[in-house]
């Protein structure tokens, strides 16, 4: 995911990143490489399956060919009761062999490295943050597609209580999307397609500037996996465009993203307040995770 930033409301926000290699826009390396546990996946959804509501057709079957996508994964340590169909599953890359009757997940949590801890880049709204994909040495021998769902909420007024209309980035009307990365063998990960042969270097999350005056939050929110052995669905191409650019973008949700264990969630909320206009009361702060 990567962003232009705008100087002011009126511009056009887009975004970049060294995956898109734009002039200037290289962050310094910095934090602990983090890799999200497989723990994390069981506790995420307790409180319910995964993949619960969606509708596919029974024809289409997952990458290891052993369901049809239409059934649900769910943690080995789930507490039921399970819908018709679901199948109690374990990350791809957990160690041993399943118990009787939990299946091993096509997906697993890629690790996620800090490149650009959170940074204000201005002071009424204007931010940075780039986090980096990585193969687990477990996962050595495996291929296949990082995907990651990202959305967002927006809210901004001017210092009269005034909506602020977002840049074309920021207003949530154009989210949840999803975005992907080919990973392959030898724990490669690559800017869209591996036959692009561009190296995957950071996912960069930016925001606008929205100028004296002004003061607000929004926060993004996005959930990543790896999945081993996926293809990205008809229509899930690079369109050189906002906001995905040289990655392969789509508003639907894929339905291998749909039918497989929860990924690594990660978050990002900045907050501003120059009010009254000509102050900076609070400038752009950031907080994420990680």
Known sequence: MRTFASPRPTGVDRRTSADTVPPGRHGTVSGPARAMGNAAVQRLWQSGPAGEGESLTGAETDVEGTRPLGEAEVPADFIGPL?????????????????????????????????????????CGGY????????????????????????????????????????????????????????????NVWVGPATGAAPHSGDTFGGSDYGPGTKGKKTITAEVKAIVGATLPPGMTARNAAPAWALPYTRSEPAQFAGTLPGAAHTLTAEWNCCPSGTTTKRTTTVTNP
């Open 83 to 123: 819908n018709t169909g679901d199948t109690r599953a374990v990350p791809h890359d957990s160690a041993g062999t399943p118990a009787p009757g939990v299946a091993r997940s096509a997906s697993f949590h890629p690790t996620i490295t800090v490149v650009t801890p959170g940074t204000a880049t201005s002071d």
């Open 128 to 187: 940075t943050y780039k986090v980096r994909w990585g193969i687990p040495a477990s996962e050595a021998a495996s291929s296949g597609w990082i995907i990651q769902k990202v959305n967002k909420t927006f809210e901004a007024s001017d210092c009269g209580g005034g909506r602020v209309t977002p840049v074309p980035f920021d207003d949530p009307a154009g989210y949840p999307f999803w975005e992907a990365w080919e990973f392959t063998t030898g724990r």
